[in-house]
């Protein structure tokens, strides 16, 4: 299974933009890259997801480098409601749905 | 349109004995995956159905099956009970149409072996 990097753990600040960091250097052709989100005692909740090329979505936009082997999750205003712990997922299993979560990024989102 | 529901959502076992966990995926979803979810592990793949057949299987003893029905629900067992099991077991449902569907999650059920 294709490997993703991300820190920790990072902090931010309410109605300010997040950028959330991936590295996938191993990432092949057919692998989408997942967004995925756990808030506390909830189960994951899907983010946004891309192949190629950048997408956007109501929740947050997905910047994908142009080599594929690193992404940014960017959430423009974040609030309370998006601390969470955030994982970058690749699916590239043919014909499955199974996804690998590492160990993910705990968002913090101060007042 | 209704979502994922998990069934029961907390349990109480002890060592030695079996469980039956309950998931019902969102309407016309014809796929379901499990994952185990612990403080040390994080989230491991557990299973993968799709219209009653196991479509992919995670690294896990035998002690923990699954099974998938017509109707699209999902069950999963697992026998002979060890403290390591306690964990929230979370079910996910999808349309099965490949690597970039959207997985739904539920609430997950919470064991704890005793």
């Known amino acids: 299974d294709a490997k993703t990097t991300q820190p920790n753990s990072m902090e931010s600040n309410e109605e300010e933009p997040v950028h959330l960091p991936c590295n996938h250097s191993t990432i092949s052709g057919t692998d989408y890259i997942h967004w995925y989100r756990q808030l506390p005692s909830q189960g994951p909740e899907y983010v946004i997801h891309g192949l190629t090329s950048n997408v956007n979505n109501r929740m947050a936009s997905l910047a994908i480098a142009e080599d594929r082997k690193s992404s940014t999750l960017i959430l423009h205003r974040a609030t309370l409601r998006d601390a969470a712990v955030y994982y970058c997922?690749?699916?590239?299993?043919?014909?499955?749905?199974?996804?690998?979560f590492g160990k993910g990024t705990k968002l913090t989102v101060n007042p | 349109k209704a979502g994922v529901t998990q069934t029961p959502r907390y349990l109480i076992k002890t060592r030695g004995q079996q469980v039956t966990l309950s998931c019902s995926p969102i309407s016309g979803h014809r796929s379901v995956s499990w994952y185990q979810q612990t403080p040390g592990q994080g989230l491991q793949f557990l299973f993968e159905y799709f219209s009653e057949t196991q479509r992919n299987k995670g690294n896990f003893p035998g002690r923990f099956s699954g099974r998938q029905f017509s109707n699209s629900r999902s069950e999963m067992n697992v026998s002979t009970l060890e403290l390591g099991d306690s964990a929230l077991y979370l079910c996910?449902?999808?349309?099965?149409?490949?690597?970039?569907?959207?997985?739904?999650f539920g609430p997950g059920t919470r064991l704890l072996v005793l």
């Open positions: 997922i690749l699916s590239g299993q043919g014909g499955s749905e199974k996804l690998v």
């Open positions: 996910a449902s999808g349309r099965g149409q490949g690597i970039s569907e959207t997985q739904y």
